[in-house]
Structure formats: C-alpha cells, structure tokens
C-alpha cells in the first residue's frame, strides 16, 4: 500500500486560508468516507482534527474544515492562526482493512 | 480522562529485540482496537498494525508482518509492540492509538505520547 500523496509544504500569512490535498486511490480514499486527519506539533503526538472527512471531533476549532473529491481529500483552515504551524497528516482506510499516511505536510504561518 | 501511556525509550543493539508497552485508562479497554504507527526521525507516519485487545486477533502491514509482534493483557489492560531483529532503519518513535470500533468509525482518537527505540551499535 503506497502512502497518500500531499504536498510537503505550505504556507500561508495570518487570517489567510489554506488548503491541504491528499491524493489516494479508489482502493482507500475513493472507496470509502474514512478520511482523517492529524495536526502533529514538534515533538508532540499527533491530535485528530478531522474525521469522517469532514467530522471536528469535540474541541477543536471550526476553522479546521475537511472535504473530499474522488480520490483526493482536502483540509482546509480557515483563519490562520500562529498555533496553526505544525505538520499535517492525512490517514485513510483501505479497502486490505489497513490504513495509510499521507507523507505529511508541513505548514509554516508567514 | 482517557489515557494511553506508553514505556519509556529505549537503546538497543542491531539484531535485538524491543518490547514497547502502551497501558491504558478510563474507557472499556475492550471496546476499542489499538493501533501501532511508527515515525522516522524526520520522517512522516506509518501504519504497522492493529490488535484486538481482547486478544481475538491481529492485523499486521504486509511491510511489518514478520517484524513485529502485538499482545495484549487485559487483566492490566495494557497492549504490547514486539519488535525484532532490529536494525538501524528502526530507529523511530513507536506511537500506539485508539480506535473505536462497532458502531464506531476507523480513526484514531487518542494516541499514546510516543516511545523511542535508537538502534545503534
């Protein structure tokens, strides 16, 4: 099973927008509604923001937002916010039962 | 609130073996699959494998499957990653997460702190 495909990087000013893709294949993304998504700051474990595609689990800030097209889904943060810099991954259910990673992307806020 | 605490890190020689534990806390140990994912120094994350913890059974990425090892103990509801024949290319940090199941969706919503295991000779 391939990793997921994202950019390495982004970048974005304060209160500005950004969107993150994560290209797969039919066999995980494409096949199934079980994208999630992890914010991962340095030296931290990874903290769920999305899943379910587009599901915030409790607590976390509405200006994380996830959506899906075909084979690629998106994360999008709205308002970027200082505390937003941090890698991101992507994480999708495949059709073997396993999962797989996005190779993360790192996003800087300018 | 719900905790997943794993061991603490470790050194090893190449061709050895680790045994990382992941105890957990405040949630029915037995509801819920644990994951293992590993993360290269400086590198993305890696999906390894999943147990039941009641020991019903394991799943193991094709990558790992002769590689590593998970058991669990649900007396201490703690779940273990076994990792053998170790070799410099396994110097990562080791993270385990939860993962509801049944009326549940596949994703991770709790992940232990990490446990790092350096290869070296």
């Known amino acids: 099973q391939s990793a997921l495909t994202q950019p390495a990087s982004v970048s974005g000013s304060p209160g500005q927008s950004i969107t993150i893709s994560c290209t797969g294949s039919?066999?995980?993304?494409?096949?199934?509604?079980?994208v999630s998504w992890y914010q991962q700051h340095p030296g931290k474990a990874p903290k769920l923001i999305i899943f379910?595609?587009?599901n915030r689990p409790s607590g976390v800030s509405n200006r994380f937002s996830g959506s899906k097209s075909g084979n690629t889904a998106s994360l999008t943060i709205s308002g970027l916010q200082a505390e937003d810099e941090a890698d991101y991954y992507c994480?999708?259910?495949?059709?073997?039962?396993?999962?797989?990673f996005g190779g993360g992307t790192k996003l800087t806020v300018l | 609130q719900v905790q997943l605490v794993q061991s603490g890190a470790e050194v090893k020689k190449p061709g050895a073996s680790v045994k990382i534990s992941c105890k957990t806390s405040?949630?029915?140990?037995?509801?819920?699959?644990i994951h293992w994912v590993r993360q290269a120094p400086g590198q993305g994350l890696e999906w390894m494998g999943v147990?039941?913890?009641?020991?019903?059974?394991?799943f193991y990425a094709q990558k790992f499957q002769d590689k590593v090892t998970l058991t669990s103990e649900t007396s201490t509801q703690t779940v273990y990653l076994e990792v053998n024949s170790l070799r410099s290319e396994d110097t990562a940090v080791y993270y385990c997460?939860?993962?509801?199941?049944?009326?549940?969706?596949?994703?991770?919503?709790?992940w232990g702190q990490g446990t790092l295991v350096t290869v070296a000779s």
């Open positions: 997460a939860r993962e509801g199941y049944g009326d549940k969706t596949p994703h991770f919503d709790q």
């Open positions: 405040t949630y029915t140990f037995t509801n819920y699959y």
């Open positions: 147990i039941v913890p009641d020991g019903d059974g394991t």
């Open positions: 039919s066999s995980d993304i494409g096949g199934y509604n079980f």
């Open positions: 379910d595609v587009t």
């Open positions: 994480c999708s259910y495949t059709s073997s039962s396993t999962r797989v």
